[in-house]
């Protein structure tokens, strides 16, 4: 089965730190794009950033860029999101996602069950 | 950056009405890069239709997708229970933008 595991969400101060993983399972990790998006509370959803297959290339949100790094060990299956100078305006459910694609075509699945960021005092 | 508009913003309908959810792009996308995703409270997106009209594996043949350009439309032909949920369209031709959702909620 094609999944996708978050998590390192929790509670963190404004300016505090967090990083968050996804465990991929299920298919060939190091073929994929891979992407993290977030939902704040009561809202939708809101592309943050994405890396290429071979972690070589990345792309950022202007609202993150500077502050958030995406990353991957292919070795591990794992997609990381280190998250920096937190601000409450942060405070989401952060889903990782797998790009696929088919005959020119482009998606998001699967998606991870999300993990919750909270950024207060 | 393509801004995705979704209208309406909420439809209250009866199980069995059919639906009809439009989503309008700035700027012209291809059919290829739109998707349409079903979002259930406390969950995941699930992916419902890809390149504008094709239709994920498992998804049921009354939910159908179509348009071009700038207009796109998620149809649902006859409303399921399951079916009341918030629906996003998402572009993949510059950056990978949502719009902002429309809720089908139960009349």
């Known amino acids: 089965e094609v999944q996708l595991v978050e998590s390192g969400g929790g509670l963190v101060q404004p300016g505090g730190s967090l990083r968050l993983s996804c465990a991929a399972s299920?298919?060939?990790?190091?073929?994929?794009?891979m992407h993290w998006a977030r939902q704040a509370p009561g809202t939708g959803l809101v592309w943050v950033s994405r890396?290429?297959?071979?972690?070589?290339?990345?792309w950022y949100a202007d609202s993150v860029k500077g502050r958030f790094t995406i990353s991957r060990d292919n070795a591990k299956n794992t997609l990381y999101l280190q998250m920096n100078a937190l601000r409450a305006e942060d405070t989401a459910v952060y889903f990782c996602?797998?790009?696929?694609?088919?005959?020119?075509?482009?998606?998001?699945?699967?998606w991870g069950q999300g993990t919750l960021v909270t950024v207060s005092s | 950056e393509i801004v995705l508009t979704q209208s309406p913003g909420t439809l209250s309908l009866s199980p069995g009405e059919g639906a009809t959810l439009s989503c309008r792009a700035s700027?012209?996308?291809?059919?290829?890069?739109l998707a349409w995703y079903q979002q259930k409270p406390g969950q995941a997106p699930r992916l419902l239709i890809y390149?504008?009209?094709s239709r994920a594996t498992g998804i049921p043949d009354r939910f159908s997708g179509s348009g071009s350009g700038t207009d796109f439309t998620l149809t649902i032909s006859r409303l399921e229970p399951e079916d009341f949920a918030v629906y996003y369209c998402?572009?993949?031709?510059?950056?990978?933008?949502f719009g902002q959702g429309t809720k089908v909620e139960i009349k």
């Open positions: 998402q572009q993949f031709n510059n950056s990978w933008t």
């Open positions: 299920g298919f060939t990790f190091s073929s994929y794009w």
């Open positions: 996602a797998r790009e696929a694609y088919d005959q020119g075509q482009r998606w998001f699945d699967p």
């Open positions: 890396i290429q297959s071979d972690g070589s290339k990345t």
């Open positions: 390149g504008a009209s």
């Open positions: 700027q012209s996308v291809s059919i290829s890069y």
